[in-house]
């Protein structure tokens, strides 16, 4: 391949125009390549694997793009550009390779582009997007008009590469993490900060150092550097005419006094000792307030006024993804934030600190496998602002795994630092379930890593819209959490995640809340104690309403009757008839229920089901509104009540006997013994099956042989062939396999179709 200065057709930037094509044109950095030489009046194609919103608005612009990597769709292009994304044996590099074709690396064209005007480089390990947008920025505000070329999306200044053919000067970020760096011959450079970072690509930090000091050497003008990093300084000091900036006083251009208003960085501008005046950074940090002191350097010595600067200062937006706030109220603020270096990710949770919330939750996707295996100590010490983690695995970009590296890798480095808040997360998938359990009122949640982390939290920003709203429906007395485990909501100890789980207090909120998911067109699925459920690992989407507490747990007697919410456990029931004389009601003792659940599954023990002794029912339809029906009025079938399959029970009524209490207390201590001898103390949801009317399912399974049998931590209980228990850890998945075992094995050997009677919801994981 032949290098930019070798080339024998005319440079990328003349009078000429030329046939481009641009290898991986989707990517930030190679959009801006195509941006600007279409702005040129280049014939520019393009290929990469994925169309992006990017590369449909550079089509409109006149880009001929391409799905996929063929060589013949570059057949007539005069010159190629590729990133260092692409690897070595794309089709279109080999032939260009192979036809002596010029190619030239995203930088290159880069550079070449910028001798067309008087070059500023923005260069550093972090920042260099943000400081970049804000100079090209401040000197647009200042009447400069540049042209610019930033890696990432720049919301205020409309696009992230522009050619002006107004101004001279065109700000560039440097990327420093392929040594392209040294393609650059600006007029100033702009040096943020120097340290180990890329390490697959560099040896060391004097290899680093190398590749900045051959910038520095051939910029032609002005090396503006901050002060306030060692090696920068150490690289930079001794050269002539070098303009210092940062927060030291030994700085020729100072910040001080720096304060956190309203998430705007407020701070006073001095000049060798002189007050320029007060800057209002409309970004958080004092990392940012760092940069934007080298950028009024910069902008004060092209002869922009302060007054000036500091009004442009005051209307900068930063680059997407640096501190960009996804969701804020008065209980939360979700953050995202593009940091993937232990440093640039203790800056930021060091401003996330600062803004007053109560805890800073954090979760964490690492970036390259080389990246995580180089720095795994410093990652370590870099958390110690956040009140928890979440770190989930590797963003590989272009990299192959390395044996031994993963996001574990620096989850136990985290905790090896002492940290105590620290979950390692593998499924990507389930990053914002996790943060979204642990939300509390007045937390701030922070999402960070380079890759596609910031996802997760738009997914935790867009639920978090829903449960607030659920939350002023069922008001202060009621409670909404997002992606609760239902396993812990279950009797069998297993299932996923309810998206919404809400606990309403009254029938005034659970009425509302209907209707609010009825106008919403969100699914609705109520829980009581979970004791005849089986809930799939993928959850149940939509909100899950768990009424308890305040009227859901009354129980009322009035002469001979029981009024109960369906909160009330049917224990309680059973014993407030015992309080007042009223018998008939022990074999509620021996159900692990609730009211809600006894009503919807007629459920019943000891020869007695739960109609036998209702007198009236009051339920909500739909719409929330109310309805009361006496027990003539219902129908009722065995392990059945088909009017709860569109409507919402909210209490009932319970006709008891009076009766001797020595008697009352023989039958509940009957129950008593008959759960303990004939039903496992295990983890269960009670009866898996239906008794089949040729034999009960429990005598069934037995004479089948099935008894004790296990599929993972599932197993057939050895007391009772028709309860499947959970030996610790079981899955959903693992209790629905044994389920499906143990009827096939009835209806290969009995001709028996085994009928469930515990209830399966919710989606598979």
């Not at 030239?104 to 070449?112: D, F, I, P, Q």
């Not at 760092?290 to 910069?298: D, E, F, P, R, S």
């Not at 993963?406 to 379930?433: C, F, K, M």
């Not at 089901?609 to 007198?615: A, I």
Request: proline share 4%.
């Amino acid at each position: 391949m032949k290098p930019v200065s070798e080339l024998d057709l005319p440079k990328l930037l003349t009078h000429e125009r030329h046939r481009i094509h641009l290898i991986g044109v989707a990517g930030s950095g190679m959009s801006g390549i195509a941006a600007l030489l279409l702005e040129l009046g280049h014939n520019v194609s393009g290929s990469d694997k994925v169309s992006t919103l990017e590369t449909d608005r550079l089509q409109r612009l006149g880009l001929r793009f391409r799905e996929q990597h063929r060589a013949e769709d570059a057949a007539d292009a005069d010159v190629i550009v590729f990133s260092s994304a692409i690897k070595i044996d794309n089709p279109i590099l080999m032939s260009a390779r192979d036809s002596g074709k010029p190619v030239v690396r995203r930088a290159e064209a880069l550079a070449v582009i910028m001798r067309g005007k008087r070059g500023i480089v923005i260069a550093g390990m972090h920042g260099k997007t943000t400081t970049s947008a804000m100079t090209a920025h401040v000197l647009r505000e200042g009447g400069v008009h540049p042209s610019h070329y930033i890696g990432g999306e720049i919301p205020i200044l409309g696009t992230n590469a522009h050619w002006d053919p107004r101004g001279e000067y065109f700000v560039a970020e440097g990327d420093e993490s392929d040594g392209t760096l040294r393609c650059f011959h600006p007029e100033h450079s702009l040096i943020l900060n120097i340290e180990e970072e890329h390490l697959d690509f560099y040896s060391d930090l004097a290899a680093i150092e190398k590749v900045f000091a051959q910038l520095i050497e051939q910029t032609s003008g002005t090396v503006f550097y901050n002060t306030d990093d060692l090696n920068t300084v150490r690289l930079c000091a001794k050269r002539k005419g070098a303009i210092s900036f940062g927060l030291s006083e030994e700085a020729d251009y100072r910040g001080a006094g720096v304060e956190l208003r309203d998430f705007a960085s407020v701070f006073c501008v001095y000049r060798r000792g002189e007050q320029l005046g007060e800057a209002v950074l409309n970004v958080p940090g004092q990392h940012h307030v760092q940069n934007a002191v080298g950028v009024i350097a910069l902008a004060t010595e092209l002869g922009i006024p302060f007054e000036r600067i500091a009004t442009s200062l005051r209307r900068f937006e930063h680059a997407r993804r640096r501190f960009e706030i996804k969701y804020e109220s008065d209980r939360f603020l979700l953050v995202d934030d593009y940091a993937h270096h232990p440093t640039e990710i203790r800056a930021t949770l060091k401003t996330a600190r600062s803004a007053g919330r109560k805890r800073v939750l954090t979760m964490f996707q690492p970036h390259r496998y080389s990246r995580t295996k180089a720095l795994c100590k410093e990652f370590g010490r870099a958390f110690d602002d956040a009140d928890r983690v979440v770190v989930t695995d590797v963003y590989a970009a272009s990299e192959s795994p390395i044996s031994g590296i993963s996001g574990e890798t620096i989850a136990s480095e985290i905790t090896a630092h002492g940290h105590r808040g620290v979950s390692y997360q593998p499924r990507l998938e389930s990053v914002h379930h996790d943060l979204g359990n642990m939300l509390d009122s007045g937390d701030l949640v922070l999402s960070l890593g380079a890759g596609n982390i910031h996802e997760q939290l738009s997914l935790l920003a867009a639920d978090l819209v829903i449960a607030e709203k659920l939350k002023a429906i069922i008001t202060t007395d009621g409670e909404v959490r997002l992606y609760e485990p239902l396993s812990k909501h279950t009797t069998l100890r297993v299932g996923g995640p309810a998206q919404f789980w809400v606990e309403p207090r009254n029938e005034n909120s659970l009425a509302e809340l209907l209707r609010f998911c009825q106008r919403e067109n969100l699914p609705l699925f109520v829980i009581g104690r979970g004791s005849n459920l089986l809930v799939r690992d993928g959850g149940i989407r939509g909100v899950v309403v768990h009424p308890c507490g305040g009227d859901f747990d009354k129980i009322e007697v009035t002469g001979n009757e029981i009024a109960a919410g369906v909160g009330a456990k049917l224990k309680e029931v059973a014993y407030a008839g015992k309080a007042t004389g009223l018998g008939g009601l022990e074999w509620m003792e021996g159900i692990p229920g609730s009211v809600g659940g006894s009503l919807r599954m007629n459920a019943g023990a000891m020869g007695v089901q739960t109609f036998e002794n209702v007198v009236r029912v009051r339920y909500l339809d739909a719409n929330g509104e109310a309805h009361t029906k006496i027990r003539k009025e219902l129908e009722v079938h065995y392990r059945n009540f088909p009017l709860l399959e569109n409507n919402f029970a909210v209490s009932a009524v319970f006709r008891g006997q009076p009766a001797p209490t020595e008697e009352i207390v023989r039958k509940l201590e009957a129950s008593q013994e008959k759960r303990r001898t004939s039903q496992p103390a295990a983890k269960s949801a009670g009866c898996i099956f239906k008794n089949p009317d040729s034999c009960p399912a429990g005598k069934l399974v037995d004479e089948l042989e099935l008894k004790n049998c296990r599929v993972g931590k599932a197993r057939v209980s050895e007391v009772h062939g028709n309860f499947i228990v959970n030996d610790g850890g079981a899955t959903a998945a693992e209790m629905l396999e044994l389920i499906e075992k143990i009827k096939s094995v009835a209806r290969a050997k009995r001709g028996i179709e085994l009928e469930t009677e515990v209830q399966i919801v919710g989606e598979p994981a």
